[in-house]
């Protein structure tokens, strides 16, 4: 079996494979096949769970909320309305714990987690849809096709679905790099970046350039989200009045215009002209609605950043682009919320909170547009945060609010709090120590969704954490995603659910009539 190809027929053929591999200890997880075969001994596991075989999933549509731990979600609903709320994505019938880490790294970042969710083979730290073996910053492996991974969204392509995404953060950042790209460093945006790290741009292509020209990439119907500055030159101004990014000259919007040399091809970078859009009459639709990554939900509204459309809306149009009559084949919709896991890094809970429910208002929005018959329905977090939740507050208060008194110095300590990031120095001063948080945040100036809370390490930006994701799922065998698994799993289970791969086996034969159902119960009851 090729490396990054299809994962095979039948789980024999991989057994086969992995056991010839002969490998032992730690140095199985550098090859793709030992995550491949460990999927598919799960996938046949859970496959005979349940009765509910029903249909084949002709629709996908994956929601990652960026940095949403369990912790996160905890908080946000009490900053929502109270501890009891309950986010639309949580009313999921089948619910599971992936497991996060990297091959190489304990806790994930976004592109190796983003990896193993979208192509099931779990990678190396920094990487995106990268061959195990591949450390970050090899430029060698970057432009060898047998070290890249094959994602959901080309099967998905191949087996004649349309595809598109919508994220909140650059589009040629985080998970959905995954999707269509492939790079020994994540940080490989431009072929600026490309340069500085020693790499020979047009050997080594950048991840914006693979978006537009790339096989995947260049075959998306809609494409929604920020980074304008890693599509156009360092010659050219962008709308913010800054300049792009790129040193080769290259206007990739422009090219992805000129490209689409059949049917109607749209660019946009206003909420305003997504607003006026009549979808059907458009074929492409590529939406760049900031200069870097899009700004906080909190920050959008009431005046500010007129210009940027919320997740609901992009998650609307993405549908409305991807269920027309003629995509009979069905669709896969990939959605991120990057400013999450951003809000986190910058010890801003309360915009990480708000962020979640504004993420919950897509994923419902997207829910509510397509049938559960025959739409599998994802939400999951791909890597966590420091953030944690001690105390005892009382209920139906704030979330940042004082959750009980140290026995040691006798003063108040807050009921969130980070381990690492800014915020530091706001709550420790020498020689005095430990200062009261909530006096501090009393006498704070900043409004209340900037401010930060007590970080037990001071650093310029939060790490990630590695605690386990939470996975959500509705829809055909969306069972499958309930237990617990490697984060990889995901990926099989979605392919195995919608027959885009060789890899359903019995799935595509279960496909029963309300009469075959009743039929079997009938036999399970009085064998």
Known sequence: MALGRRFGPTLAISLVLFCAAGLTGGHEEHDPNYWNHQ?????????????????????????????????????????????????AFEKMKWSGNARTYCVDSR?????????????????????????????????????????QLESIAKWALDAGKVVGFATTSRVTA??????????????????????????NPAEVRDIAYQLI???????????????????????ATDASGARGLRADGKNLIEEWKQSKTTGNAVYITTGDELAALDTS?????????????LPYAADV??????????????????????????????????????NILRAHQENK??????????????FDMGHMMVSETNSLVVSLNDVGSTLSLPGYPARDTDAVVSAGTSDQDSKPYLSVSYATGPGFDSYYKLPEGRLDPVTVLQNAATPAKERTCSASVPMTAGVNG??????????????????????????????????????????????????????AIVVKLFA
């Not at 779990?122 to 995106?128: D, E, I, P, Q, R």
Request: hydrophobic share 40%; aromatic share 10%; charged share 15%.
């Open 39 to 87: 999927a598919h001994e799960l996938l046949f596991e859970k496959k005979d769970y349940t009765m509910q075989k029903i249909n084949i999933a002709k629709n996908i549509m994956v929601f990652v909320g960026a940095g949403m731990s369990p912790a996160t979600v905890t908080a946000a609903r009490t900053f929502a309305g109270a501890e009891n709320e309950t986010f």
């Open 466 to 519: 590695g605690e386990d994701a939470m996975v959500y799922a509705s829809g055909p065998w969306a069972f499958m995603l309930s237990g617990a698994y490697e984060q990889n799993f995901v990926a099989h289970a979605i392919t195995f659910a919608s027959c885009i791969t060789d890899v359903c086996g019995g799935a595509s034969s279960v496909v029963l009539s309300a009469a075959t159902v009743l039929l």
């Open 213 to 235: 020209h790339g096989e995947v990439g260049k075959r998306f119907t809609v494409i929604f989200g920020g980074g304008r500055k890693n599509f156009i030159p360092s010659t």
């Open 301 to 338: 509204g009431n005046g500010q950043n007129p210009d940027t459309p919320p997740l609901v809306r992009m998650v609307h149009y993405s549908l409305e682009m991807l269920q027309k009559k003629e995509h009979s084949n069905g669709f896969l919709l990939f959605v991120e919320d990057g």
């Open 174 to 199: 985080g998970s959905s790099a995954a999707l269509y790209g492939h790079s020994a460093d994540a940080r490989w945006e431009n072929d600026a970046d490309v340069t500085a790290a020693g790499c």
């Open 107 to 147: 806790v994930p970042d976004s592109a190796c987690a983003g990896t193993a969710f979208l192509t099931g083979v779990k990678s190396n730290l920094g990487t995106v849809a990268m061959h195990p073996t591949v450390k970050r910053g090899d430029c060698v492996a970057t432009s060898d096709k047998v070290k």
């Open 281 to 293: 009459k458009i074929d492409h639709l590529l939406g760049l609605f900031d200069y870097d990554q």
């Open 349 to 362: 809970p309360n915009k990480a909170f708000q962020q979640v429910a504004h993420y919950s208002m897509a």
